[in-house]
C-alpha cells in the first residue's frame, strides 16, 4: 500500500484526484502501476485502477490476471469493478472506502455477485486512515 499511495502523490500534480494503484503477481512481483490520469490525459477511464491493470496485462503479455491482485488507495468504482472482473483478479487491496461511488462492498458489491463468471476477493482498510487523508486534503482543497 505504501508503493500505492506513493503513486497517489503524483496525481497531485495534474490536479487529478490522489489514487494509486498496483499490481502484483503471485509470487509478489510488480507488474503494473497507475495513477488517476483523468485531469492529465482527458482520458475519462483514465482510472488508477485501469491504467495498473492494462500494464500487468501489457507485462505479462496475456489480459487475464489470474492469481494476481490489485492494492489501490481507493474502493474502486463500478467501472474499475468491472474490469477487476473482466480481468480475472483474483483479489484486491484496497485503503479507503467510497460511501458514494465504492462498487466493491461499500455501495455495490458487483466483484462478489453470485451472478457474475468469476469472484475477486476484498480486503479492505490497509493503511485507511492515511489513504482517506490524502483524499480528504485533496477534495478540501477543490470545495
Given amino acids: 500500500?505504501?508503493?500505492a499511495l506513493h503513486e497517489a502523490?503524483?496525481?497531485l500534480a495534474t490536479g487529478d484526484v490522489p489514487v494509486g494503484a498496483l499490481v502484483v503477481d503471485a509470487?509478489?512481483?510488480l507488474v503494473g502501476l497507475g495513477r488517476n490520469r483523468r485531469e492529465e490525459t482527458?482520458?475519462?477511464t483514465a482510472h488508477a485502477?485501469?491504467?495498473a491493470l492494462r500494464q500487468a496485462a501489457a507485462t505479462r503479455g496475456e489480459w487475464r490476471l489470474e492469481g494476481c491482485t490489485l492494492v489501490v488507495t481507493l474502493e474502486p468504482c463500478v467501472m474499475c469493478a468491472g474490469a477487476l472482473l473482466?480481468?480475472?483478479v483474483r483479489r484486491v487491496v484496497l485503503g479507503?472506502?467510497?460511501p458514494k461511488a465504492g462498487a466493491t462492498g461499500s455501495v455495490w458489491d458487483l466483484v462478489r455477485d453470485r451472478r457474475s463468471n468469476h469472484e475477486v476477493e476484498v480486503?479492505?482498510?490497509v493503511r485507511e486512515d492515511e489513504c482517506g487523508a490524502l483524499l480528504r486534503g485533496f477534495f478540501e482543497g477543490h470545495r
Wanted: glycine share 20%; proline share 4%; charged share 20%.
Fill in 9 to 11: 502523490t503524483h496525481a
Fill in 86 to 88: 473482466a480481468s480475472r
Fill in 49 to 51: 485502477e485501469v491504467l
Fill in 96 to 98: 479507503a472506502w467510497d
Fill in 42 to 44: 482527458g482520458d475519462p
Fill in 1 to 3: 500500500m505504501g508503493m
Fill in 27 to 29: 509470487a509478489g512481483r
Fill in 123 to 125: 480486503v479492505g482498510g
